[in-house]
């Protein structure tokens, strides 16, 4: 039996805008300026149009939509994330809407989006109620992050528990959407969850 547990939530922690401001300092782009897998192999599964992505961090992924004709806004915790995002969109010559907001109390408009990236964010369970209230009928959602294998296998200080899903945890939560794709198989020491999913009537 898997006995692993979460460890308890640490009183003194930093907010998670003074970490990400922190990792985001500098000119080095943290994880680099290329998208994530699953948007990159499966960008054509997503619907085209209006697109938001949450976590948007530094910018690539929402850079990559927008070089791929979606019209792309994005919100990150960390102001200095949004900043370097801008400064690549500036760099690729394409257009983004992205400003500094706490996560934890965003409200999504109402079936504003074609299309909602989250990628290597875990939000509060809630929050996927706010993914299905943006996205239009037909939308998409497409999601990649760690699993708490990533935790086990490679343990990192840079990796925040909280932000690992348990396996099968994402399905738990998109139990009314239409699953396009979804994969938990390792990839060498890369234990991640990826899903494309799609809003249908209920």
């Not at 969109?89 to 907001?101: F, G, I, P, R, Y």
Request: glycine letters at 6%.
């Amino acid at each position: 039996m898997d006995d692993f547990k979460y460890p308890e939530p640490d009183p003194n922690k930093k907010t998670a805008a003074e970490v990400w401001n922190a990792r985001y300092a500098g000119e080095k782009y943290l994880f680099g300026k290329e998208p994530v897998l699953a948007l990159k192999n499966h960008l054509e599964h997503l619907k085209k149009g209006r697109c938001i992505e949450i976590a948007v961090g530094e910018g690539r992924n929402a850079v990559f939509l927008a070089q791929n004709g979606f019209q792309v806004e994005g919100i990150d915790c960390s102001s200095v994330g949004i900043e370097k995002a801008k400064k690549l969109a500036a760099e690729k010559n394409v257009t983004l809407d992205v400003k500094s907001q706490n996560l934890d109390f965003f409200l999504m408009p109402l079936m504003k989006y074609d299309s909602i990236v989250m990628t290597y964010f875990r939000p509060q369970a809630r929050f996927f109620t706010e993914i299905r209230r943006g996205l239009v009928q037909g939308g998409t959602f497409l999601l990649e992050a760690y699993t708490v294998e990533q935790a086990k296998a490679a343990p990192n200080p840079n990796l925040d528990f909280e932000e690992c899903y348990k396996p099968n945890e994402v399905l738990g939560h998109l139990r009314d959407f239409h699953i396009l794709y979804y994969k938990e198989i390792p990839d060498g020491n890369s234990h991640t969850v990826q899903l494309i999913a799609k809003k249908v009537a209920k």
